[in-house]
């Protein structure tokens, strides 16, 4: 059963401050995926990476960016909050070797900026 | 890219009703289609997918159609209960597992 987990539940940062969003998959996954969710908009990509170190933006990578050092883990990180960021942020992994496409999510992080 | 629209944002029905929730999407290219569920306070979870060579594909009380012509796919639920009630996301991807999603239909199943 594939599981992943994300650091926080809920975050509260002021204006400014870096925050740094922690996702750790543990089925071997080569792709993990950073989204948020916002009412209406459904889930926006922000930033996927396919392996170790690799990264690709995604369709609102502006005021982000990420990191994948080790390949169960994959960081999402905001080097100066705004208050535009305030959303829910949910990061996905999936299996590049089988023809299966699922992503499997984790629980999400609801992120408020002050 | 990849846009995909989705409709209704919301819908209510009867239980014992069916619920229909439409997606369209504007690449030709784009062959695989699945559909999340999200409940309240969940994580998405995929309920069904269909790939591009399949018009139909059932799993006992969901259905999912793809007409490749008119570039839409749809999301039908028979006899709904309660526990139906949920936000539901549909996709679409046509390389490298990368996904596109439309805006959510909140449905609600009143008992």
């Known amino acids: 059963d594939v599981k992943v987990t994300q650091s926080s539940r809920y975050l509260v940062k002021r204006t400014g401050e870096k925050v740094f969003l922690e996702c750790v998959q543990d089925?071997?996954?080569?792709?993990m995926f950073w989204y948020r969710q916002d009412p209406g908009l459904g889930l926006r990509l922000i930033y996927f990476?396919?392996?170790?170190?690799?990264?690709e933006k995604g369709d609102i990578p502006e005021g982000y960016s990420v990191s994948r050092e080790k390949k169960e883990r994959f960081s999402l990180i905001l080097e100066s909050a705004s208050t535009n960021q305030t959303s829910m942020y949910l990061c996905?992994?999936?299996?590049?070797?089988?023809?299966?496409?699922?992503?499997?999510f984790g629980p999400g992080t609801r992120l408020l900026v002050l | 890219g990849e846009n995909v629209e989705q409709h209704p944002s919301t819908l209510s029905v009867q239980e014992g009703d069916s619920a229909v929730i439409k997606c369209t999407y504007s690449?030709?290219?784009?062959?695989?289609f699945p559909w999340y569920k999200q409940e309240l306070g969940k994580r998405p979870q995929l309920i069904i997918d269909?790939?591009?060579?399949?018009g139909e594909k059932k799993d006992q009380r969901i259905a999912v159609t793809l007409n490749k012509t008119a570039k839409h796919f749809s999301l039908h639920i028979t006899e709904t209960q309660p526990e139906d009630s949920a936000v539901y996301f549909c996709?679409?991807?046509?390389?490298?597992?990368?996904?596109?999603f439309g805006g959510g239909t909140r449905l609600m199943v009143k008992p």
């Open positions: 089925m071997d996954h080569e792709n």
């Open positions: 996905a992994s999936s299996d590049l070797q089988t023809t299966e496409e699922t992503q499997y």
């Open positions: 996709a679409a991807s046509n390389a490298g597992n990368m996904l596109t």
């Open positions: 690449d030709s290219a784009s062959n695989y």
């Open positions: 990476s396919y392996d170790v170190k690799m990264k």
């Open positions: 269909i790939r591009s060579n399949v």
